[in-house]
């Protein structure tokens, strides 16, 4: 089993950075890939970005490339969203996730069994 707490989510205006964090406990954690996704409201759960634990390997969606870096601090079990250039459709609940694997690293929530809580982050001016 994996435990997945997020945490950093909040109100930023438009062009702000923001950094989530999701502390993860349970078992070894070299055979993980994990994850980021979002639930903007009216819509279903959307990736995000995703890297393997071991190899810091990682995959974007497209909307994100450029203003988004996942990355994870091995010795702190903690994977970051740092978010920079924000804006209003970045509106969401974001949700740390994890699987067992490497890559190819998926985009389906479907191949992620264990999931946060989720922590709120809202654009606007």
């Known amino acids: 089993q994996v435990q997945l707490i997020e945490s950093g989510g909040g109100l930023v205006q438009p062009g702000d950075s923001l950094r989530l964090s999701c502390a993860a406990s349970g078992r070894t954690f070299s055979s993980l890939s994990m994850g980021w996704f979002r639930r903007s409201p009216g819509k279903g759960r959307e990736f995000v970005a995703a890297?393997?634990?071991?190899?810091?390997?990682?995959s974007y969606a497209d909307s994100v490339k450029g203003r988004f870096t996942i990355s994870r601090d091995i010795a702190q079990n903690t994977l970051y969203l740092q978010m920079t250039s924000l804006k209003p459709e970045d509106t969401a609940i974001y949700y740390c996730?994890?699987?067992?694997?490497?890559?190819?690293?998926?985009?389906?929530?479907?191949?992620?069994?264990?999931w946060g809580q989720g922590t709120q982050v809202t654009v606007s001016s």
């Open positions: 890297i393997t634990w071991s190899s810091g390997t990682t």
């Open positions: 996730t994890a699987r067992r694997g490497w890559v190819p690293l998926p985009s389906s929530e479907l191949e992620y069994p264990y």
